[in-house]
């Protein structure tokens, strides 16, 4: 579905991710909220090349990626990479009951669910390896969303900095190990911190406190629809 602004796609992916596809199964919640959702709408909105994210969980952020391209009537292909391992496991066949559906299915139930099917490519595997069918192409957005812990943010900023032409763009830089990785991605020369916000990504004021960062590539295209 194509939306005016930034709130009518948020509010598109809350509807979607508060109404589960099972009536079993409990509400979720978009993760990237508030100032930081609409950031990452607001610089896919504007670049005009495709966006690959590491760390999709159940798609919010490619809901978000998607409608933003929808918003701004351009053209361009939603990459996730992530294991969707949830619900998958050795342990969770034996401890989950039949109907609770595995990460993979309720990934791509709710990108069905948001119209989006025809912008969405997602490769279920880790990173590193990076995946063979798009191991030579260029995306303007990149997000690094996945484990957050060294070595996960390293090896994923590395991996998305040599093929991302404008925006690096990493969640919860709160944590020590995502922090150093965008410091190493600032001290090559070739970035600069374009901006940062909080999000509580909890219910309430006592949420959780996030911080989402963006970089932009130094002398990078920074593509504008027109």
């Known amino acids: 579905m194509k939306h005016a602004d930034a709130d009518g796609i948020i509010g598109e992916v809350e509807e979607i991710l508060s109404t589960p596809i099972n009536d079993n199964l409990v509400p979720q919640r978009l993760h990237i909220r508030d100032d930081a959702a609409k950031l990452l709408i607001e610089i896919i909105a504007k670049t005009s090349g495709d966006y690959v994210e590491i760390g999709s969980f159940v798609g919010g952020s490619a809901i978000l990626a998607a409608g933003a391209m929808e918003m701004a009537g351009r053209p361009g292909i939603v990459f996730c990479v992530d294991p969707f391992t949830r619900g998958e496991t050795e342990l969770d066949t034996l401890v989950l009951p039949q109907w609770v559906p595995s990460q993979h299915q309720t990934f791509w139930s709710n990108i069905i669910r948001a119209g989006h099917q025809h912008r969405v490519v997602a490769f279920k595997q880790y990173n590193p390896p990076f995946p063979e069918p798009i191991y030579f192409r260029w995306f303007s957005v990149g997000l690094i969303d996945g484990n957050h812990i060294f070595p996960g943010p390293q090896l994923d900023a590395h991996t998305?900095?040599?093929?991302?032409?404008?925006?690096?763009?990493?969640?919860?830089?709160?944590?020590?190990?995502?922090?150093?990785?965008?410091?190493?991605m600032l001290n090559t020369g070739e970035w600069e911190e374009y901006r940062s916000v909080e999000y509580k990504s909890g219910r309430g004021e006592e949420g959780k406190t996030n911080i989402f960062t963006v970089l932009?590539?130094?002398?990078?295209?920074?593509?504008?629809?027109s």
Do not use: P, S
């Open 216 to 225: 932009r590539r130094i002398g990078g295209t920074h593509e504008v629809v």
């Open 160 to 184: 998305l900095a040599k093929r991302i032409t404008d925006y690096l763009l990493f969640d919860n830089a709160e944590y020590i190990d995502v922090e150093t990785a965008i410091q190493e």
